[in-house]
């Protein structure tokens, strides 16, 4: 974060306001911004925008999450007659695209802290308060949702008021305005409705000024040469790499001469050939940006995240961004199947796949990529499972066939003991599940910190539970709850080594012959377990068909075809009792790997397998193993 408070300011642009929208996953921060631009004006009457239109990414809209920080800027009228500008950041609100949450904070001088009115704050309202707490930055609540028939406003607004303290917040940034809304219906108010029941405004005036009375205005120094920190990275056919800044001195200009501090050091003359300035969607060309402008810039093809724009004559940095480290690794490596390059794959390569995870770090900070024992393969750090497994999604998109290994924690050593990352596990549950939750986190060395019971019948229970405790965890507790619980984890911090934690109670059913799956074998393979695969699928040995009953691999037969006889059989082939197969995605694909599995990515499939594909090289590898 920009030492750029504690440099010694004598004036501000009053026209600009910078702000960053965040919140905790499904809180409404996409749909809250639409309504800002749809009441500002930004869009035409006659002109068609889909419904979160700041989420523009395919994956963003299937999941109904923000992945990447993005900003728009709003126009708006004062109540004293001035255009002012609103610059807004919406960022992600899963701590898993911490880095994007990061980066945004570090282009803005406050944020609108969004709560849903019934569930409170949540894990990842505590990972993204606390960051800016930490970066000493103004607040507004915004309680959203406060039409939700089960609404407890005033235990939310107390709820938040202790998660201020809790993080250690001064007592000016805990005197906070409170703004309740309903992003749905783009209304909001100052005025506390009963729960259940709309604002009493008619639109986002209150949040509009409130936003202008308590957001500070970009302050800089008089004649203080230039200063723009690039904080995100973009991409054109026309223009190439767009580094997208925020001006924090002096003045920048299309076709300027300026120093391109970088992060290694060094100090190179560039010439800005495009300057671009954000108006509500659309990125629009612009002569010249000053003082808290967000911009976007091309003609620097190498330009990185954290590097610096400064003048000519005296060129000086930023500080550069910093993340925190990552939690969750896995390897990802070239698809090594048998059945590798034949389902539409078109970069099978180690060049194409390395080249794919060296273009990601350039713009995803929160990101390590280290070299393995194989050539084909790297190790990649992230801050969690999903944001890896949505790098992986999106390589598969591109056309990509990869093999992917098993989530694993990052450790580290401190004062000659190893320690592992600790999560901060949210649980909101039936409290008929509570004795069930309680003893699935047990078996994970997960320890109960809080618990809270509404009245409602539902139950929120706090734990801290090591991070390699917490793979493979959702499915289970899904299972257990019957779909109804809801668990969110945030990063907490690291502790010491917790000891062996029980993996996966089950065990697999691994294919041990190559060819296509039949009907006649299935129906006697589903009693040993759940099935994977459907009649003619396509598999090979080592390729893993099905979940077993009981805690031990079985190798099956699963190509097994019916004897042709000249009997007929009384009871013929009873092929209607046969049960569909449990289709798992990517992500429960990666949940249900043990260590000496892995999983398959192509354009078209998901399968997983055994690391070593071969049944007896599995069995040697075992009794080596045994003997060591």
């Known amino acids: 974060m920009s030492d750029r408070n ?20 499904d809180h409404g ?14 869009f035409g009457a006659h002109e068609h925008i889909d419904e979160r239109a700041m989420d523009s990414n395919d994956l963003e809209r299937e999941k109904g999450i923000t992945i990447l920080a993005k900003n728009t800027a709003v126009k708006y009228t004062s109540p004293d007659g001035e255009p002012m500008i609103i610059n807004i950041i919406d960022t992600p609100g899963h701590a898993d695209f911490g880095g994007e949450v990061e980066r945004g904070l570090s282009m803005v001088d406050g944020i609108v802290l969004l709560v849903d009115a019934s569930e409170g704050p949540l894990p990842q309202t505590r990972f993204v308060l606390r960051k800016a707490l930490a970066a000493k930055m103004p607040v507004i609540l915004v309680i959203n949702k406060v039409d939700r028939p ?28 409170i703004v309740y809304a309903c992003a749905r219906d783009g209304k909001a108010s100052l005025n506390r409705p009963a729960d259940g029941t709309l604002p009493d405004s008619e639109n986002l005036q209150p949040l509009f000024t409130t936003i202008l ?3 500070p205005a970009p302050a800089y120094r008089e004649g203080a040469p230039l200063q723009a920190h690039v904080t995100n990275l973009d991409a054109s056919p026309f223009l190439g790499r767009i580094a997208l800044c925020r001006v924090f001195q002096g003045t920048i200009r299309k076709g300027q001469q300026v120093a391109w501090c970088r992060h290694d050091g060094t100090i190179q003359q560039v010439k800005i050939t495009e300057l671009l300035m954000t108006e509500a969607l659309e990125r629009k060309p612009a002569e010249s940006a000053g003082q808290g402008d967000i911009i976007a810039i091309a003609g620097i093809p190498e330009i990185m995240i954290g590097d610096t724009l400064a003048d000519l004559e005296n060129p000086v940095p930023l500080p550069l961004i910093t993340v925190d480290e990552p939690a969750i690794s896995m390897t990802i490596g070239t698809n090594s199947s048998p059945l590798s390059g034949r389902e539409k794959g078109s970069k099978v ?17 929160s990101l390590r990529v280290l070299p393995t024992e194989r050539p084909d393969t790297w190790e990649v750090q992230g801050r969690g499972e999903l944001a890896l497994a949505i790098l992986v999604e999106q390589m598969r998109r591109e056309g990509f066939e990869l093999t992917v290994g098993k989530p694993q924690v990052v450790t580290k050593e401190i004062r000659g003991k190893v320690h592992e990352p600790v999560e901060r596990l949210t649980v909101d549950a039936p409290e008929e599940y509570l004795g069930a939750i309680t003893q699935l986190l047990a078996v994970r060395k997960g320890r109960m910190e809080t618990m809270t019971n509404h009245g409602t019948g539902w139950i929120r229970m706090e734990f801290l539970v090591p991070s390699r405790g917490l793979i493979g965890f959702r499915t289970e507790f899904l299972t257990d709850t019957r779909g109804t619980g809801i668990g969110h984890q945030v990063f907490e911090g690291y502790e010491p080594w917790f000891g062996e934690l029980r993996t996966r109670a089950t065990g697999s ?36 068909v099905g979940e077993n009953s009981r805690a031990d691999d079985m190798d099956v037969n699963i190509t097994k075809e019916k004897k042709l006889t000249n009997m007929r059989s009384s009871t013929g082939d009873d092929f209607q009792h046969l049960v569909p197969p449990r289709h798992l995605s990517l992500e429960q694909s990666l949940e249900f790997c043990r ?7 192509t354009p078209t499939r998901v399968r997983i397998r055994k690391v070593i594909l071969s049944q007896t090289d599995r069995e040697k590898s075992r009794g080596r193993r045994a003997k060591s």
């Open 150 to 177: 089960d609404a407890r406003i005033a235990e939310v607004v107390d709820e938040t008021y202790e998660l201020f303290l809790d993080l250690d917040a001064d007592e000016h940034q805990i005197e906070f305005p």
């Open 213 to 215: 009375s308590t957001i």
């Open 29 to 42: 921060k996409t749909t809250l911004v639409d309504a800002m631009l749809w009441q500002s004006g930004a």
């Open 595 to 601: 260590e000496d599995e892995c999983v398959e990515v």
């Open 509 to 544: 059913l691994v294919a041990d012959r190559a060819g296509a799956a039949t009907s006649f074998a299935m129906i006697n393979l589903q009693e040993r377990g759940t099935m994977f695969v459907e009649p003619t699928t396509e598999v090979y040995e080592g390729m893993i």
């Open 349 to 365: 390569t180690a060049r194409l796949v390395k080249d794919r995870l060296d273009r990601e770090l350039v713009g995803n900070v």
């Open 6 to 25: 504690a440099l010694p300011n004598d004036a501000v642009r009053s026209s600009i306001r910078n702000v960053a929208i965040v919140a905790h996953v």
